[in-house]
Each structure stands twice: as C-alpha cells, then as structure tokens.
C-alpha cells in the first residue's frame, strides 16, 4: 500500500511557467514532508521540506504549500526552467529511521 | 552525492547467481540505507544501520540481506537473484534518524537480472 500518493505521474510546462505536483498521505503519525529532485543517472536530493506547523514554505522558486486538515501536500516551482527538468518525489515520515515513505514521482519536462 | 560511492554502478547477471551491491561513505554518518527504485513504486526502503553490526529490515526485505562491518561500508546482497529483482538501487546516509534529519543518497546502481 502506497503511504504516500503522487500525481501528476509526468508534467511537461513551458519555460517560464508554473509546475505543480501534488501529494497526499493518510497517515497522521507523518510530521515531516521533505521533496527530493532526482536528474537522470543521478540520486534524488532534497530540495525543500516542511513540518506540518506551517501552511507554506518558500526557497526561491520553490513553494511546498500544506493543507494539514486535507493531508495533502503540493510543489510550486515558479517560472519554471529547462534546468528544472527532473523526477520529483514528495516523502513523508515520522520518527524512526524506517518510517521514511515516498511517492511514486513526477518527470518534469520544461520545455524551451 | 554527498560523499557516497557506490559500486558497481551497473552489473548484469542471471537468475539464481549471488550478487553483492557495496556502499561506501566518506562522511562518518551513523545512520545507512538501501533503498530500490522501480517505476511506479518510488523508493522503497530495503534494510538500513544504525551502526556496525546493528541492522534491521525495511518494507521490501525478502531476498536481500545486508551487513555492515565498518561505519563506512554497507554491503547488500542477493543470495540468489530473481528478475523480479532487476531495479536500480540506491545508498543513503544520515546523521540520525530522527525523521526531519536528511537523507543523503549516493549515485545508485543498475541492476539486471536475466
């Protein structure tokens, strides 16, 4: 059973756009939402991440907006760039170092 | 990557052979991972340490097993690969595992199972 459910599965945008990936999750127990970026033949790192006190998070050109009442978490990636172009996963966890669970990921593809 | 190795980082094999993924890291961190990758799956965590000789399974443990020896080397096995093994695999790294410390992932490897 997927902990954590991602959509879109792929995402192409126009440069200069806005990307949004959206995630949601079940478990209650979950009180850190971190977002990884993977390029192609590369391993995902974290790009931003959000403790479930706060509506909103913004770095940059990065925005992880959180409805805690809804369990649903989503990225913004304003005007967005062909360098942005990657797979995105959102995660969830709790303490414990087994309780680290991610989405099924979104190929981004921004397009000149 | 955090400095995480991984090697090899492609190997092809066929059913029923053992196979050994190794990690090495460079940082000292306490805390060790294999993660697969498999599309429409995410990652999934495998086994992790918390320290030398200390391990213990994670949500998809069945036909692997691990052993860390030294802080700085994670090894994985496959006692007898299976196709439904064939994935890319990935080492990740953390200080603790108090659920906001990061994880840091190493390059991954490719692995095919004939």
């Known amino acids: 059973q997927q902990q954590v459910k991602q959509s879109p599965q792929s995402l192409i945008v126009q440069k200069g756009g806005i990307s949004i990936i959206n995630c949601a999750y079940e478990?209650?127990?979950?009180?850190?939402f971190p977002w990884y970026q993977q390029f192609p033949g590369k391993g995902p790192a974290l790009l931003i991440a959000i403790r479930p006190d706060v509506s909103e998070k913004k770095e940059g050109r990065f925005t992880i907006s959180f409805n805690k009442s809804a369990k649903q978490f989503s990225l913004h990636i304003m005007d967005s760039q062909p360098g942005d172009s990657a797979t995105y996963f959102c995660a969830a966890s709790g303490s414990g170092a087994n309780n680290l669970f991610f989405g099924t990921g979104t190929r981004l593809t921004v397009i000149p | 990557d955090a400095g995480i190795t991984q090697s090899p980082r492609h190997k092809v094999t066929e059913t029923g052979t053992p196979v050994t993924l190794r990690c090495h890291q460079t940082e000292n961190h306490r805390y060790m991972y294999w993660y697969r990758q498999d599309p429409g799956h995410g990652l999934r965590l495998i086994h992790y340490?918390?320290?030398?000789?200390?391990?213990d399974k994670g949500e998809v443990s069945d036909g692997y097993s691990v052993s860390r020896s030294k802080t700085e080397d994670f090894l994985l096995t496959l006692e007898s690969a299976t196709s439904s093994q064939t994935s890319v695999y990935f080492c990740?790294?953390?200080?603790?595992?108090?659920?906001?410390?990061?994880?840091?992932f190493g390059p991954g490897t490719r692995l095919t199972v004939l």
């Open positions: 340490s918390y320290g030398v000789k200390d391990t």
């Open positions: 990740a790294i953390s200080e603790s595992a108090t659920g906001t410390d990061t994880q840091y």
């Open positions: 478990n209650t127990a979950f009180d850190y």
